[in-house]
């Protein structure tokens, strides 16, 4: 009797706990799962998939595989959920890894997405993708150095992938590096010209590098090609005024505006080209519009207040000058253009008010301290106007240097390119006399020097260049 209830207790306890897992199924209908999603046919493969984990549960790569399925479904939820028992099942699976994290990019959850893309990476440090997403993961995260090193290992394990480019262009841009962002801009647009979005970082870079001439053609090809998209309008019609061309920019914002007419930046570029070619009536008109398209900008209300004041017309200027500061509190020029106003209409102690508040907020603004010491004059408090005016003479001293600094450096380039080193040194270091946070000067001098075999002095003037501009190297 005892041994009867014994064998009764096993046969219900066998009967109750979970079926034992069938490998050999869940394997069978995985495979069937990669055949129909390579055909194209989401929902079988999605039944297919689910079929072998409940075949198998513990099988990683089968909730790897679902979860790709349901993201491309559009059901993200569910397809982070998948990735996570897959990386829980198994850290090591480098593909459930990369998709957990890229999928969180996707969604915008930054923060999470950037454990599982460094674990995909230091799985498989060739697999470009994975590089790509930590990059784009580092760079929102104001980690510019670590995006560029991601990205540049991203185009180095897969050349042809013009996004990488493209994102590796704009981090070099924001860093710094212009040189080397206009090289990596250029290979994106000739891996695929079809991307509207590379072209037009191309022309913004080329714009901060001063070649208005090449970015006025790489831009207009963009137009051509791209006629609706807004970005590269605006762009053209900036690099239009870099050239000089104040008609052809005018020309593009025009028809920009017609096109997008909610396009409060559009109107506000073709005040400031109006502006440029002393049509203050039509200037006047497009910032009235910004303004009404863009309760939030700043600039509109500024420049209609200039002007305003450009046109005598004080009361107006100052109420335009304070809006833009109820848009921007720390906007300097809008508070050094409101006390210009209040010290042309006579209320010397409000403008010397908004003069200090814009040396507060820009401390090398020279034309606020030229202004408070004409205020403190006219006060008759000599001493103090006295040393606003040696700090506006100190600053622009300053910026003369810094000028002369960046010929001194050409001129060194030039001497260097002739094989005349020693001419090219004195240059360069006459350019770090006259500024020293030129981080050109230091590294052209470091480079001068190295080829004079002054390795020790090379290495401190490259090492002072590296603390200005992390991206240099030798």
Request: hydrophobic share 50%.
């Given at each position: 009797m005892v041994i009867l209830l014994a064998t009764a207790i096993c046969v219900l306890a066998q009967s109750t706990s979970a079926p034992a897992p069938d490998k050999a199924a869940a394997r069978a209908h995985y495979s069937r799962g990669t055949t129909l999603e390579?055909?194209?046919?989401?929902?079988?493969?999605?039944?297919?998939?689910?079929?072998?984990?409940?075949?198998?549960?513990?099988?990683?790569?089968a909730h790897d595989r679902?979860?790709?399925?349901?993201?491309?479904?559009?059901?993200?939820a569910d397809a982070i959920a998948e990735f996570e028992r897959a990386v829980a099942l198994e850290p090591g699976l480098a593909d459930a890894q990369y998709h957990l994290g890229a999928t969180l990019w996707?969604?915008?959850?930054?923060?999470?997405?950037?454990?599982?893309?460094?674990?995909?990476?230091?799985?498989?440090?060739?697999?470009?993708?994975?590089?790509?997403?930590?990059g784009l993961v580092k760079r929102e995260q104001g980690d510019i150095a670590g995006a560029v090193e991601e990205l540049r290992a991203a185009v180095?394990?897969?050349?042809?992938?013009?996004?990488?480019?493209?994102?590796?262009?704009?981090?070099l841009q924001a860093w710094g590096d212009i040189?080397?962002?206009?090289?990596?801009?250029?290979?994106?647009?000739?891996?695929?010209?079809?991307?509207?979005?590379?072209?037009?970082?191309?022309?913004?870079?080329?714009?901060?590098?001063?070649?208005?001439?090449?970015a006025v053609e790489t831009l207009r090809k963009t137009v051509d090609r791209h006629p609706d998209f807004g970005s590269a309008r605006l762009n053209l019609g900036t690099a239009l005024l870099q050239a000089g061309d104040t008609a052809g920019a005018v020309d593009v914002y025009r028809t920009l505006t017609e096109r997008e007419t909610a396009n409060a930046e559009a109107f506000y570029d073709l005040g400031l080209a109006l502006k440029q070619r002393d049509d203050f009536a039509g200037a006047e008109t497009a910032f009235r519009s910004a303004l009404r398209l863009d309760p939030a900008m700043p600039e509109a209300p500024y420049s209609l207040g200039v002007v305003l004041w450009q046109t005598r017309r004080l009361d107006e200027a100052a109420a335009m000058f304070r809006e833009a500061l109820s848009r921007r509190p720390e906007y300097a020029d809008a508070h050094y253009m409101l006390g210009t106003v209040l010290k042309q209409q006579g209320d010397s102690d409000a403008a010397l008010r908004e003069f200090r508040e814009t040396i507060r907020i820009n401390p090398s603004f020279t034309e606020a301290y030229t202004s408070i010491g004409q205020v403190l004059t006219a006060a008759r408090d000599p001493e103090a106007a006295a040393e606003a005016f040696a700090e506006a003479q100190r600053l622009n001293k300053r910026k003369a240097d810094s000028q002369a600094a960046v010929f001194a450096v050409n001129a060194g380039r030039e001497r260097l390119q002739k094989g005349d080193v020693r001419g090219a040194i004195a240059r360069f270091r006459d350019a770090v006399r006259l500024a020293p946070d030129n981080a050109q000067a230091h590294y052209q001098l470091a480079l001068a020097l190295r080829r004079t075999g002054a390795m020790t002095e090379a290495r401190a003037e490259y090492e002072s260049a590296r603390r200005l501009a992390p991206y240099l190297r030798w």
């Open positions: 390579a055909q194209q046919d989401l929902a079988a493969a999605e039944a297919a998939y689910r079929a072998a984990v409940e075949s198998d549960p513990a099988m990683a790569a679902l979860g790709f399925v349901l993201g491309k479904l559009g059901r993200t996707w969604t915008k959850q930054i923060a999470a997405a950037r454990k599982p893309l460094e674990r995909a990476a230091a799985l498989r440090p060739a697999h470009a993708e994975s590089r790509y997403y930590l180095k394990a897969d050349p042809s992938l013009a996004a990488a480019h493209l994102q590796l262009g704009v981090a040189d080397n962002a206009i090289a990596a801009l250029e290979r994106a647009v000739a891996l695929d010209p079809s991307r509207a979005d590379a072209a037009n970082s191309l022309g913004l870079a080329l714009m901060q590098k001063g070649n208005a001439a090449r």
